[in-house]
């Protein structure tokens, strides 16, 4: 088994063709905008919100993804059919990946895409049929739902699979679970894989706990914590380094002769302290920056009673309940591209807007548990704060104990210590798969 890094032979970036057709896409729209191409048919979409937080300065050069540097990883495609692990958010400057490689002649048999879908609007948990793109007849096939991981059919016809996602740096965020299987499956049937890495947006800390392997899920499939401060290449090193993957596919790391490598196609002008804003919103409600940064605290609460804005212009920007004070700010769920059915649909719900602060200032750079413990003192009705008795909590949390330490009063300082030495211990493993500096 060979992991590898591809880095310093090639420099230069790849001119993108002035003109190029989006024939597979449609138009790609940065943070704040609609996702879906000209003429689909959408549910209401409502006005986007500007979130702004203060966050360290941009680099004087800019970072450029993996999938920029073109003459890195096109002389290992060339002549080869590919299948390609993407989404909305796989672009070249203002060009889906899909659309700039079949432009310089590279054969693609196969698109794979993730949760929300390839063009990424289908809700959280939703079901994405598998189809085939109009304009060029390529097979789009879901990995997200009861099949998560590429047949050996699938790959029958192809010489190398590509990954090419833009993540969150959250251990819930499923994007970083479908990698798992990709890579997995690349193993199991002794296919070279090669991603282009993308900047880790919540990169420049590591907090939470870390998952307890007894409440393994697809949120949550390696014992990392809830921000674990890696790009995906680099997460994609650890999971093969430390042999994390299922026991069927371990077994095909040792295997001589296998055609399985691991090439990552790094960033350029990157580190864990870079701020990159991300051009193409990565999921339907991550719709800003500000909603990306507050999303590893706020997403606890989607295992409770409380609302924290899907269905609105500022979903992971606020939270509220039915059940909370009257004279606070107030919003109401409702139907919308990308949360057709939201919690709390047509309830107004009061609470409180974080659209506006500045989360490092707020948080200092940590996980912050703050707004979950002022929401479990608030709510009235303790017995049901907590969803289907906590069960989609716990594998948020990856664990049964900070359900607990809510219940029982601990203050925020108390629960951040019951996280060590696991979480100090997860530091050690993550430096050894680093390729960009702290």
Aim: hydrophobic fraction near 35%; proline fraction near 9%.
């Amino acid at each position: 088994m060979k992991i590898a890094f591809i880095a310093g032979a090639f420099l230069l970036l790849t001119t993108l063709v002035p003109g190029q057709q989006q024939a597979l896409t449609g138009k790609q729209t940065p943070m704040g905008q609609s996702l879906l191409p000209t003429g689909q048919p959408t549910l209401p979409t409502l006005p986007p919100l500007s979130g702004q937080t203060t966050l360290p300065k941009h680099s004087p050069t800019p970072v450029l993804p993996g999938a920029a540097q073109m003459n890195r990883y096109l002389p290992l495609l060339t002549g080869k059919s590919i299948a390609i692990f993407a989404n909305q958010g796989s672009v070249v400057g203002a060009t889906h990946l899909v659309d700039t490689l079949l432009k310089r002649g590279i054969i693609i048999k196969k698109i794979f895409s993730p949760e929300h879908g390839f063009r990424g609007d289908a809700d959280a948990g939703e079901q994405v049929s598998s189809l085939a793109d109009p304009a060029t007849r390529i097979p789009i096939i879901s990995l997200y739902g009861s099949k998560n991981r590429p047949s050996a059919a699938d790959l029958a016809d192809v010489d190398i699979m590509l990954f090419d996602i833009q993540d969150v740096g959250v251990r819930f965020y499923t994007y970083i679970s479908s990698l798992q299987k990709y890579i997995e499956s690349a193993i199991e049937n002794n296919k070279p894989l090669v991603i282009l890495d993308r900047p880790d947006p919540n990169g420049s800390y590591v907090d939470g706990p870390v998952l307890d392997p007894k409440f393994k899920s697809f949120v949550g499939m390696q014992p990392v914590p809830i921000v674990y401060g890696m790009t995906i290449g680099e997460y994609a090193r650890m999971l093969v380094g430390e042999k994390w993957l299922d026991s069927v596919q371990a077994e095909g790391q040792n295997s001589s002769g296998s055609g399985f490598r691991l090439i990552v196609i790094p960033c350029e002008n990157y580190t864990h302290k870079s701020k990159y804003d991300l051009p193409v919103r990565p999921s339907p409600n991550l719709p800003n920056m500000q909603s990306v940064y507050l999303y590893p605290s706020l997403c606890l609460f989607e295992g409770t009673a409380i609302s924290l804005g899907r269905g609105t212009n500022k979903p992971f920007q606020q939270f509220g309940a039915p059940s909370f004070p009257k004279d606070l700010y107030h919003f109401t769920p409702i139907p919308v591209t990308g949360a057709k059915n939201p919690p709390l649909l047509n309830q107004v719900c009061y609470g409180y807007d974080l659209s506006k602060i500045d989360v490092p200032q707020e948080t200092g750079y940590q996980l912050s548990l703050k707004w979950l413990i002022s929401a479990y003192q608030l709510f009235p009705d303790k017995d049901h704060f907590f969803l289907s008795e906590g069960k989609f909590f716990n594998k948020l949390a990856g664990n049964d104990v900070l359900q607990q330490q809510l219940k029982q009063g601990k203050t925020e300082e108390e629960i951040r210590k019951s996280w060590e030495p696991a979480l100090s211990n997860f530091k050690k493993i993550r430096k050894k798969y680093l390729l960009y500096a702290d």
